[in-house]
T-cell receptor, first 112, second 114 residues
Framework: EPEVTQTPSHQVTQMGQEVILRCVPI?????FYWYRQILGQKVEFLVS????????KSEIFDDQFSVERPDGSNFTLKIRSTKLEDSAMYFC??????????FGQGTRLTVV | KQEVTQIPAALSVPEGENLVLNCSFT??????LQWFRQDPGKGLTSLLL?????REQTSGRLNASLDKSSGRSTLYIAASQPGDSATYLC?????????????FGKGTHLIIQP
């Protein structure tokens, strides 16, 4: 069964460093998303991406964040200068013609 | 700002019981509603999607209903099993076309006692 895959599963980084979280969405999907979940809190929408550009972004998605689809399969989230409060689980999701979102297993980002 | 609320926050029941999880949303103009399951430290598994024109969806022992006018959805789990223990999340979206992200509730943490 097709699935969304994310790498790495866990990333530890020092405050101020840049991190890139990687996702391979389901192959024939058109819409791509990043969400985050701070420990004990709700899953929060960060950004949606369609047709090689950002469709929507939340207030959380500030200038420190960027997304890219560098080739036909990968979808990345970059955080330029990590802060302690960026520590969270980051989920990638994709959606095809049917409006059902499929999520990856997440990357746990720990900023120290 | 759209809010999604899930009640109860936690629920513990003996194996075999039928149970209902509740979700409410502040703006009834939703496009669709999706129920997910999240196991500890894991990703989200889609359980059921209800589009705004539908009133319910069923998958195996799960049945989800949607009442847009009252801003409510329920997830009914029949004949619960220990393997159903997880956090159940409700999420809504307010436009089609994939541009809009999902707005999530905080979830109901469900424990099924063997």
């Amino acid at each position: 069964e097709p699935e969304v895959t994310q790498t790495p599963s866990h990333q530890v980084t020092q405050m101020g460093q840049e991190v890139i979280l990687r996702c391979v969405p389901i192959s024939n999907h058109l819409y791509f998303y990043w969400y985050r979940q701070i420990l004990g809190q709700k899953v929060e929408f960060l950004v949606s991406f369609y047709n090689n550009e950002i469709s929507e972004k939340s207030e959380i998605f500030d200038d420190q964040f960027s997304v890219e689809r560098p080739d036909g399969s990968n979808f990345t989230l970059k955080i330029r200068s990590t802060k302690l409060e960026d520590s969270a689980m980051y989920f990638c999701a994709s959606e095809g013609q049917a409006p059902e979102a499929f999520f990856g297993q997440g990357t746990r980002l720990t900023v120290v | 700002k759209q809010e999604v609320t899930q009640i109860p926050a936690a629920l513990s029941v003996p194996e075999g019981e039928n149970l209902v999880l509740n979700c409410s949303f502040t703006d009834s103009a939703i496009y669709n509603l999706q129920w997910f399951r999240q196991d500890p430290g894991k990703g989200l598994t889609s359980l059921l999607l209800i589009q705004s024109s539908q009133r319910e969806q069923t998958s195996g022992r799960l049945n989800a209903s949607l009442d847009k006018s009252s801003g409510r959805s329920t997830l009914y789990i029949a004949a619960s099993q220990p393997g159903d223990s997880a956090t159940y999340l409700c999420a809504v979206t307010y436009s089609g076309g994939g541009a809009d992200g999902l707005t999530f509730g905080k979830g109901t943490h469900l424990i099924i006692q063997p």
